[in-house]
């Protein structure tokens, strides 16, 4: 050690800097996460049991599936092409642009939700605005309640997301190398397949899998929207610590299949960007 | 005539800058250099002709057909960019055999295409290895086998070498010339280094402010260029105001000229023009001096390896001259025919300029 630290920061010092982080971490991290594994696993793991034989956790599992993957699917498919007109800017242009587009991820999803009350619900701007045209309210301002209307908020906030891990990848792709390939040719569409995408692939599924991670544990926005109506796993947590607040171990049982989920999701994420990481970092050496 | 470029005029929209009345002709298997500043619109000559950019007004034409609607991937042109423009996530040899791939070739005949194309730029051994693993002039012949692989109409190259270091850029100049030369194709080449243009080119194009000022072959824009600007671009040039007397003899600042030059006038204001290697040196007083025959003593020596460049001052002026030997001239002369007699100056009416 004494060649480890500089005369700056002596391992003392060090400690003294990591020691508010570290009890932070785990006053407020390790603590109720091995709370609630405990508690999952108390009563020899029966809560798994009770929760497994609930036919709503399945139709739950089933709708946290289904908005994890769509509503990230979309938003990639949205985000890319946003992330590519922006790579295209001034630099003056880019950063303005993504200030604005950065925004969303600054909001609480209930701020999202009543906001998208106020416009699309059944009061709502939009959805007055379209009755004038003969579009019916009841139709119209039923949609943001539904599932897919909370597909649709959802999707407000994860394009952002989208959009910052796929821009540093797509500022630094060659643009040439499409013109090469149309100039040896490739139609526009065939040269973006075969040349962009095998090399922006990795970033997209690093996106869909953070943007997915994100969708499953979220559920602010859809409790403010749709209540406990529809079928998803947050939501059946949330009731069953704060309406019928009887089943403890299930709900930590629930917590834990939850964090599964989406750690799952993340480490594919990380699996799939391992691979470009270093080659990134020698093109931004340049 | 492969490439046939007729009275071509472009702007980038919202600009005043692109290209004015191109008129440019390429014949089959010619290399044709496009040269001049940055901003000149040479690369814009070429974009036009790879189909990334529409013509305002005017025509272009590849083997007789008119390409203006065509879009880039049917125009079968084989281009080199500047920085190669390889696709990291290929092999070589599927960088090189993607032309055929998107053609619809068999996989069998795409891979034999693509080795025998390897094989002609020298890297048969490299097929399997990924484009960035390669040096610059390897990736280099990768961009030149691609862009030649599908047998493309005309060949443009967009300042192929400039990423390259200088010595391998002199050597990777024959080998593109040596592989056009076998291709038989028709080529633009477009540069901003003269000697670049000069040494592999049929014929030179000297662009400036969006128009082609001079194109001929090499020794013809170097020997007679039509102003001052080819003068100066493609080389180094003694330049000084002068008005046309009798006899063939020219007024200068440095003193009274003869010149060989037919169609001028006495009383005509012109540019006159000495490329710096043509002068003859004297090291002793000459008893019976030849025409054009000043004294003087050297300033500025410069020593530039191969030849050494020096002003020579005389009569209040200097005289930029080049020459292998080393010894320093007690007197030079210009050969009258080595004097140049250009158009005036309009708005530069300086009392003589080295460059």
Known sequence: ?????????????????????????????????????????????????????????????????????????????????????????SQAARTGLLFVISLPLTFSGLIVAYGFILVFGRAGFVTLSLAEFGADPAIVGGLIYSPAGLGIAYIYYLIPRVVLVVLPVLINFDEAQIDAARSLGASAPRAYFDVLLPQ???????????????AIGAYGTALALVGTQVNILPLMLYSKISETGSDFPAAAALSVVLMGICCMVISLAEIATRHTRPSMTTRSAK | ????????????????????????????????????????????????????????????????????????????LGIVFQHYALFPHMSTRDNVAYPLKVRGVTRAERRRAADEMLDRVGLSDLGDRAPKTLSGGQQQRVALARALVFKPRALLLDEPLSALDAGLRVAMRDEIRRVQREAGIATIHV??????????????????????????????????????????????????PGMVGEENQVETPIGRLRHTQEGVRPGDKVLVLVRPERLDLFFEDHKTPPPNYFKGHVTQDRFLGSIRRFDFAVAGNLIRVETRNRAAPSAVAIPPDAVRLLPPDDNENKKGELS
């Open chain 1, 1 to 89: 050690m004494s060649n480890g630290g500089t005369a700056l920061t002596p391992p003392g010092l060090r400690l003294a800097f990591a020691t508010p982080g570290v009890v932070v971490l785990l006053l407020f991290f390790a603590l109720p996460l091995s709370v609630i594994i405990i508690e999952a696993a108390s009563e020899g793991g029966s809560a798994f049991g009770r929760l497994f034989e609930d036919p709503v956790f399945w139709k739950g599992l089933r709708g946290t599936l289904v908005l994890g993957t769509t509503a990230p699917l979309v938003s990639v498919a949205v985000g890319m092409v946003v992330a590519m007109h922006i790579s295209r800017l």
């Open chain 1, 200 to 214: 922006i692939y990795p970033s997209l599924l690093a996106a869909f899998c953070l943007t997915s991670a994100v």
């Open chain 2, 1 to 76: 005539m492969p490439i046939l470029f007729e009275a071509v005029s472009f702007a980038y929209p919202g600009t005043q800058t692109g290209v004015r009345a191109i008129d440019l002709a390429v014949g089959d298997g010619e290399l044709v250099a496009l040269i001049g500043p940055s901003g000149s619109g040479k690369s814009t000559c070429l974009k036009l002709l790879a189909g990334f950019y529409r013509p305002d007004h005017g025509r272009i034409n590849v083997d007789g057909h008119d390409v203006d609607t065509l879009s880039p991937e049917r125009r079968r």
């Open chain 2, 191 to 240: 540069t901003h280094d003269q000697e670049e243009a000069l040494s592999i080119a049929d014929r030179v194009a000297i662009m400036s402010d969006g128009a082609i000022v001079q194109i001929g072959k090499p020794d013809e824009v170097y020997d007679r260029p039509r102003t001052r600007f080819v003068a100066r671009f493609v080389g180094q040039a003694n330049f000084w």
